[in-house]
């Protein structure tokens, strides 16, 4: 084949001509065909440079505009790329993430986050960058602070290599949502329980004392005449007691319903403790003496304490008056007072009486327990005497406890101010 005819051959294949096509054909329309052919890649090339250009833009758009933190990594889990919104979380400046290792953002020692944190975290075992799935782990901001993302991983391959992207979310604000409806839910659960304590003392607890104050009563009207002086007087006893207890009942259902709707007075102020203590003796002796137990309070605790006097005088009533309840004939009640410590004054009230079962030990101060025993005179409480002297410490910033053995006593501790906290 000759040079010319090779040539022609060659032109005519760059042109795209077959050689049947390009048979009948002289060079120089050859030569125009190439042209056009040429002229025609150069605009197919010219659209795929725009294509190009704008799916690069869109994708760009696409990852801007997302809400999410969006990071590409090498295999080496390098960053490679990211989004606006990942220099905005994590508070980092692009240019000084580039080339950093995905540690910076989520460090490895936190990939199996210690479950106590929230009961929706998961526990990877093989941290986050094993497997195509969403991850419940922590990110790490600029200042150090931690804070809780899901991160959804995904792979694709550039020229081979492999690429990972992870999709970064802020959780933070959901589960701070979440805590707050948990904490809403406990609120209501409470309020149920209030509600149902509240309507079981009316149900039961208050009718029993005016049943008897009414049965009393009305076997006196019916048959006055027929019962000596004696017996009217026992009778009179008992109406006096029934009615005494209906009205401490009815002090304690007011006051915790002042309590509960946020009407309670709260008025603190310097409180010597000895003025308090001196008013039990002429409430609580008369009673301890009946039943044959002593009673021994400091004589003169010469301490200050900050309290609401009111609130103060009822723990102090309350207290004292269970554990005369309890303790059998021969038995002791006593107050102890402590120097002030840290800020605060102990108090512990002891008796020697038929002690609290530890069943009941943890549930005394909840309102949705049924914590009430027969006392030594078959007398049944409610339990919220104890419930408002729990509210009351609260109130005061201060703490509550309590320490029994059954057939030996119990010990309340209080932690009381001396200050305003």
């Not at 990211?82 to 692009?94: D, E, Q, S, V």
């Not at 986050?113 to 901001?141: T, Y």
């Not at 009179?236 to 005494?244: D, F, I």
């Not at 339990?383 to 309590?402: D, M, N, P, R, T």
């Amino acid at each position: 084949m000759n040079e010319p005819t090779d040539t022609r051959q060659r032109l005519a294949r760059l042109a795209g001509l077959s050689p049947h096509e390009a048979e009948g054909l002289g060079l120089e329309q050859i030569l125009e065909q190439l042209e056009r052919r040429f002229e025609t890649g150069e605009k197919e090339r010219a659209e795929l440079e725009r294509d190009l250009r704008r799916g690069r833009a869109e994708h760009q758009a696409a990852l801007e505009s997302a809400m999410d933190a969006i990071i590409f990594t090498d295999a080496g889990h390098r960053l490679v790329a990211a989004n606006t919104a990942t220099t905005k979380m994590f508070g980092y400046p692009l240019e000084g993430l580039l080339g950093q290792s995905l540690e910076v953002l989520i460090p490895e020692e936190l990939f199996d986050p210690p479950r106590e944190l929230d009961p929706d975290f998961l526990s990877p075992r093989r941290g986050p960058l094993a497997g195509k799935q969403l991850r419940k782990v922590h990110g790490r901001r600029s200042d150090g602070q931690l804070f809780p993302v899901e991160v959804a991983l995904g792979k694709v391959e550039d020229q081979g290599e492999p690429i990972l992207s992870l999709a970064v979310r802020d959780v933070s604000q959901t589960l701070d949502r979440l805590y707050k409806l948990r904490q809403r839910q406990q609120e209501l659960k409470a309020l149920n329980a209030t509600k149902d304590k509240f309507f079981n003392i009316i149900a039961h607890d208050l009718r029993g004392p005016f049943q008897v104050l009414l049965g009393f009563v009305d076997l006196l009207l019916r048959r006055y005449h027929s019962f000596d002086d004696a017996k009217r007087v026992e009778f009179l006893e008992h109406v006096q007691h029934s009615a005494a207890a209906a009205h401490r009942l009815l002090e304690d259902l007011l006051q915790w319903a002042r309590l509960q709707n946020g009407k309670m007075p709260f008025r603190p102020q310097q409180v010597k403790l000895s003025a308090l203590v001196g008013e039990l003796l002429p409430i609580l002796g008369p009673a301890a003496e009946k039943r044959g137990v002593r009673l021994e309070l400091p004589e003169e605790p010469e301490v200050e304490l900050w309290a609401d006097e009111h609130m103060l005088r009822t723990v102090l009533r309350n207290l004292a008056s269970n554990a005369l309840k309890f303790t059998p004939q021969g038995g002791r009640v006593s107050l102890a007072v402590f120097p002030p410590d840290d800020g605060f004054v102990r108090l512990e009230l002891s008796d020697s009486g038929v002690g609290i079962s530890p069943k009941l030990l943890p549930k005394l101060f909840s309102i949705d327990q049924n914590t009430s025993t027969p006392d030594l005179d078959g007398n049944k409480g409610t339990g919220l005497g104890l419930i408002l002297c729990h509210e009351f410490v609260k109130a005061h910033k201060g703490e509550i406890g309590v320490a029994s053995q059954e057939g030996q006593g119990t010990t309340f501790t209080l932690l009381w101010p001396v200050s305003p906290r």
